[in-house]
């Protein structure tokens, strides 16, 4: 169970680090159109989350699938905070169902595996 953890925390973590990328950089887009063609688009609510969230429930799932062989708990707590950090800046949807997917499983996974694997 902590190999697939692992695995689906860093896969996770790689898709929401795509997702981040459009995010963050539709939010900058916005920003810099709204001075060169004001009420061209509107500006995503909560900016300063979102930009937040892009950046840093990526990271947390990659640490956590890195972590989850050898401190299962850590890694499982920090796969289940990225995925609600994204379920909460972006909410669920098309871009965003399987990341938090893989995260949320990841974590759930890494905190019910309490012993090693067994080899």
Do not use: K
Not at 21 to 32: A, K, L, N, Q, R
């Amino acid at each position: 169970m902590r190999n697939a953890a692992l695995v689906l925390g860093i896969i996770g973590g790689v898709i929401g680090m795509i997702v981040g990328f459009f995010t963050y950089g539709f939010t900058e887009f916005v920003d810099w159109l709204s001075t060169e063609a004001p009420g061209t688009l509107e500006q995503v609510d909560r900016v300063g989350l979102v930009r937040f969230a892009s950046l840093f429930s990526p990271l947390l799932a990659i640490a956590g699938g890195a972590m989850a062989r050898s401190q299962a708990m850590v890694g499982g707590v920090l796969m289940l905070i990225s995925a609600a950090l994204m379920y909460y800046a972006f909410s669920f949807g098309f871009s965003t169902m399987f990341p938090i997917a893989m995260c949320a499983l990841g974590g759930i996974l890494a905190i019910a595996a309490r012993q090693p694997d067994p080899h």
